[in-house]
């Protein structure tokens, strides 16, 4: 017997008609991309290619960008757990 539970993104993509892909995705970029990386990218070019988000969404490591987006990237290893 199938759950009677839909998924949130099937339920929300039969709401907003498109794939449950689409919503996953939408989700994956939202969920995996750092605060201070979506802070750089805001009003870039970069932050309108979804291609180029989910490829940063799936990084294994934070990116943290300095200056313009084209310029140097430094990469910082994720931290789980900070200690103070």
Sequence with gaps: MESETISFSKDTAQKI???????????????KIDSQVKEKIR?????????ELLLLA???ENIL??????GSVETKPR???ETI
């Design 17 to 31: 008609n498109v794939s449950p892909r689409t919503i996953q995705h939408e989700v994956q970029i939202a969920e």
């Design 43 to 51: 009003n870039t070019e970069l932050a309108d290619n979804k291609k």
């Design 58 to 60: 799936r990084l294994e």
């Design 65 to 70: 960008i300095e200056g313009k987006v084209e």
């Design 79 to 81: 931290n789980k757990i």
